[in-house]
């Protein structure tokens, strides 16, 4: 389960990118000049533009930190895993050296 460099590289989603680089001004006041709107509600401006904007870059900021907890819970087990097969070594090892002293 080795998780390969690519993996940290799609933690950012490009959507939250997208719509913090798009906008221009204040989020949600109003539609931005990115070539395309942000939605009707987002079009409007004032109070809920942006709490619609707000919602939104908290939806990203909760996904980003799901998504670097289950990358913290990967890695933890692979080191998990890469200690036990250690110990493992370690023992088969031992066990290899009592059986070349067994047969001196």
């Known amino acids: ?29 109003g539609s931005g000049q990115g070539g395309g709107t942000g939605g009707t509600i987002r079009d409007a401006g004032g109070s809920f533009g942006k709490r619609e904007a707000a919602q939104e870059e908290q939806y990203f900021r909760k996904l980003q930190h799901q998504q670097l907890e289950k990358m913290r819970q990967g890695l933890k087990q692979e080191v998990k895993f890469h200690e036990d097969q250690i110990k493992a070594h370690k023992d088969a090892i031992k066990r290899h050296h009592e059986r070349l002293d067994d047969l001196k």
């Open 1 to 29: 389960m080795a998780l390969r460099a690519t993996t940290v590289l799609r933690l950012r989603s490009p959507i939250a990118l997208c719509v913090r680089g798009m906008s221009k001004g204040e989020p949600g006041s």
